[in-house]
């Protein structure tokens, strides 16, 4: 396990030095992509777990406690690889970070916004162009000049959001980023999941994705590849706003501090990611986001509540923000909004972008 999975001088008794190299892996540095180190992740969790239980427990002697913790290890490697196990590769919650606020965002705003109806697939839709101008509208009031569009209903001279340059454009809204500077990324579209084959940040088994307009022949976009483009390079005190509106967004960006609907904070992973990042999602991750009609008029009822919550109330906190969210859907949507977050930021702060 040492030379296969984790490289050599690793002191598995020293839970310091089991928990920065937890927290290393969990952000990708130095022990492989994020796409192929399941089986490590696997392992220092779980051997942080037993180091844990092992060190917590009244053992007599430095002997014993080096022959419990080497029979924890044997255990947890025989739960780890058994095929009838797979509930053994779960891990209970981690405790939060210490809360922080923050960076005062005295910087430039720039801002990528994606609508897609599908024009003439199976799978169209009414409001996701609309969504994408409205969020235009409002953001622009709020001091963002720098604003790309990628809309395919053919009301404006945007270009396409395929793919290529969804990817494209990710990597031209982080393009410079700086500590103090507000990015802002709102897709509205369809949304989707799949199964994970090796993140285990994914506490459903699940990674979620979103559907460019040429989803059919270039694939879909999971939250691993949109961690690594948006999440992963943002440098500290850059603020990154997300808003999905789409089905199955729960987790969307893979962020570690998820408050659910029903729930407090849970953390999901440890992680050092260096930028200030907020995600309003649309639903939960088992659940859809409706796209809706009234007076002949689409729009996305993610986007719309969002809008009217901010625009109804200019000052909220986060916690405030999410409530009047969920209050705007409550009454017709089923889907419950929820936020994720980078770090364990008070919640109670004042919202702004």
């Keep these: 396990i ?10 598995y ?19 492989g992509s994020r796409s192929k180190r399941s089986k490590r992740l696997l392992c220092l969790r779980k051997l942080l777990q037993a180091n844990q239980s092992v ?14 913790f080497l029979g924890l290890m044997g255990a947890i490697l025989q739960s780890i690889f058994a095929p009838d196990q797979p509930e053994s590769l779960i891990a209970p919650p ?49 001091g963002f000049t720098d604003v790309r569009m990628l809309i395919d209903d053919s009301k404006d001279d945007t270009q396409p959001p395929t793919r290529g340059l969804i990817l494209s454009g ?21 949304g989707s999941s799949q199964k994970s084959t090796a993140s285990t940040e994914e506490i459903d088994g699940c990674d979620e994705t979103i559907c460019p307009v040429d989803y059919s022949t270039s694939g879909m976009i999971v939250d ?17 706003t997300a808003v999905f509106d789409c089905c199955h967004s729960g987790t969307g960006l893979d962020l570690p501090y998820v408050y659910r609907a029903g729930s407090d904070l849970t953390v999901d992973y440890l992680s050092d990611i260096k930028g200030d990042v907020i995600l309003f999602s649309g639903c939960q991750d088992d659940q859809t986001s409706a796209d809706a009609v009234v007076n002949d008029v689409g729009f996305g009822a993610m986007t719309n509540a969002f809008l009217r919550a901010n625009m109804e109330n200019p000052s909220q906190s986060l916690r405030e923000l ?4 969920r209050a ?21 702060a004042m919202f702004e972008v």
Aim: hydrophobic fraction near 30%.
């Design 2 to 11: 040492n030379a296969e999975y984790m490289g050599p001088q690793i002191n």
């Design 13 to 31: 008794g020293d839970l310091q030095t089991a928990s920065k190299l937890w927290t290393r892996t969990a952000s990708g540095h130095g022990l």
């Design 55 to 68: 060190t917590s427990g009244n053992i007599g002697g430095q002997q014993a406690k080096d022959a419990s």
């Design 94 to 142: 981690f405790p939060p970070e210490p809360q922080r606020e923050m960076t005062t965002l005295n910087g430039r705003r720039r801002a990528l916004l994606i609508g897609i109806n599908y024009v003439g697939q199976d799978s169209e839709l009414r409001g996701c162009g609309n969504d994408a101008r409205q969020m235009q509208l409002w953001l622009k009031q709020r």
């Design 170 to 190: 990710i990597r031209w809204l982080l393009e410079g980023a700086s500590s103090g500077d507000s990015l802002f990324f709102h897709f509205s579209g369809h």
């Design 224 to 240: 691993d590849s949109l961690f690594d483009a948006m999440v992963k390079p943002l440098p500290p005190g850059c603020r990154l």
């Design 322 to 325: 999410l409530s009047s969210i």
């Design 328 to 348: 705007n859907l409550r009454k017709t949507y089923t889907q419950v909004p929820q936020i994720s977050t980078s770090h364990n930021f008070d919640m109670d």
